[in-house]
């Protein structure tokens, strides 16, 4: 009779549509695995097991088994939203016992640790407070504090100066100018003789040669040419004007622009043994006049504080040559005495191609009182700095210092670091997800929630960082979609359905059959 053989076609069609049934309502469930009835065929035992008329009983079910290929992965808005794209799991801490899922919807919990919508915790590899991986592996937490300040240690200007530039209007040259000349007859030695000195240094023997002069212009040139066979050659020029007055011009402004004539020559031409200074051409940061042109960047000191510097580039009369001064948050910079007043700015050179000759970098300290460390010591980088016939220009500006940070955002590599971003452009590691894979994945346990757990089955897990091995890697801002293909489900079912119809029909068919045997008389 096919009584039996009925009843287990109708118990298999009724678990393969449970099955079905539980596919079709987790179509929307993130990281669903659908799963499929698989039957088997069964005989009774019998003496005469190996007959070719014997027939089977029926069919049961052999396993409910799980197909986890991959599911579309979408994007989602959630920074740790993640979707593994590949083999592994992530593996779920639920106080220590360890459970696996492709389900990569996460957030923080009040605590930090990354949890998913059940309260289990993400784990993986750790970092400690600098944002370094340790060895160890545990349940991943944010690490929320700010990010640390660094100091600045150096500063990169890349300029273009004005080679056009005059000598600011503000730096007037000194100069020492005598009475008309009492005679343009110059004597011999020690009538001749000149002794220049200009800021303050070694005073140059200029010998002027002796002899009559038609008038104070060829004196002027006689005079002139002594001095360019000297080292002031450059830094000293003569004059006259109408009434035959002599004038010793210092050609520096600010620094170097002090200038003293004295000697038996000085006395015969009427100029007096004195000195004329540069207080009248002092450099001002308060004076743009002073100045020719000026950048400035922010800089941090070893608490974070800011901290603006700025640079002042002043044209000298010198072809080529540039004074540079520096200042820190609009106050004195440390080439200026504060006290005195000196002055002891750096020489800029260039070479007759606008190309930097010295310095490519020098080092300044500026004293503060923040807090911090109480000088700010670093290096100023001129390098590829250039004085072209062009308009001032600032090229680059680059410092290594910076605040303190606080939590902006979180990314997520594809190797599975976490890393918190910073508000003052510095991340730091939080933690990195490692995925866990098996040798048979259809042997893992659901224990529901979109959860599996390791059997004797599926092996023991194999933890890695994504990437490595044979696992998959992770995708930041997406989930996995469950991988139900609905169109195929819903064809299974009306396959399933006529299956447990027929299995229907032939219990109905052995019915009429033994009604049959039943009413012979």
Do not use: C
Not at 122 to 133: H, I
Not at 221 to 243: F, P
Not at 285 to 306: A, C, E, F, K
Not at 499 to 507: G, L, T, V
């Amino acid at each position: 009779m096919g009584f039996q053989q009925g009843l287990s076609g109708l118990s298999i069609s009724s678990k393969s549509l449970d099955a079905i049934s539980n596919n079709v309502s987790n179509a929307g469930t993130v990281g669903f695995k659908q799963s499929t009835a698989q039957f088997s065929d069964v005989f009774s035992a019998s003496l005469s097991a190996g007959s070719s008329a014997q027939v089977g009983v029926g069919a049961s079910v052999e396993k409910m088994a799980q197909l986890f290929n991959q599911g579309n992965v979408t994007s989602s808005n959630n920074t740790l939203d993640m979707a593994i794209s590949g083999q592994g799991f992530f593996r779920m801490s639920n106080n220590g016992e360890i459970t696996y899922s492709r389900n990569g919807q996460f957030q923080t919990d009040k605590n930090g640790y990354i949890v998913n919508s059940s309260g289990l915790r993400l784990t993986g590899k750790l970092a400690d407070a600098n944002g370094q991986l340790t060895g160890a592996t545990g349940e991943i937490k944010m690490n929320y504090s700010d990010a640390k300040p660094q100091a600045s240690t150096g500063a990169g200007y890349v300029v273009n100066l004005d080679a056009r530039s005059s000598t600011p209007s503000a730096l007037t040259k000194p100069m020492v100018t005598g009475s008309a000349a009492a005679s343009l007859t110059v004597g011999a030695s020690p009538a001749n003789v000149l002794s220049i000195t200009v800021d303050g240094g070694t005073a140059t023997t200029v010998t002027v040669a002796p002899g009559t002069y038609a008038d104070s212009g060829a004196l002027v040139t006689a005079i002139q040419a002594a001095i360019d066979q000297t080292t002031l050659k450059g830094r000293v020029a003569v004059s006259t004007d109408s009434a035959g007055v002599l004038s010793f011009n210092s050609l520096r402004t600010g620094r170097l622009a002090d200038i003293k004539v004295a000697g038996a020559a000085a006395t015969a031409l009427n100029v007096p043994s004195t000195t004329a200074t540069a207080t009248n051409a002092a450099f001002s940061i308060t004076n743009p006049s002073s100045y020719s042109s000026t950048t400035s960047q922010t800089v941090y000191d070893s608490l974070g504080n800011p901290h603006t510097q700025t640079l002042y580039f002043v044209k000298t009369a010198q072809p080529n040559t540039w004074d540079l001064y520096t200042s820190l948050d609009g106050g004195y910079p440390p080439e200026i005495n504060p006290t005195t007043g000196v002055h002891t700015p750096l020489t800029v050179n260039f070479n007759a191609n606008g190309v930097l000759l010295t310095p490519k970098s020098y080092n300044v300290s500026y004293p503060i009182s923040s807090g911090a460390v109480t000088t700010l010591d670093f290096k100023v980088d001129l390098t590829d700095s250039t004085q072209y016939g062009s308009s001032f220009g600032v090229n680059l500006l680059k410092q290594d210092g910076y605040a303190t940070g606080k939590l902006t955002g979180v990314q997520v590599g594809a190797d599975g670091t976490i890393k918190g971003n910073f508000s003052n452009g510095q991340t730091r590691v939080m933690g990195q997800v490692w995925l866990a894979n098996f040798q048979n994945p259809n042997g893992l346990q659901a224990v529901g929630g979109n959860q599996w757990a390791a059997t004797n089955a599926s092996g023991a897990e194999q933890p890695n960082a994504p990437g490595t091995s044979n696992l998959g890697v992770v995708q930041s801002m997406a989930i996995e979609e469950s991988n139900v293909d609905l169109t195929s489900e819903l064809v299974s079912m009306i396959t399933q359905q006529r299956a447990y119809q027929a299995n229907a029909q032939s219990i109905k068919t052995q019915d009429q059959v033994l009604q049959t045997l039943v009413n012979l008389r």
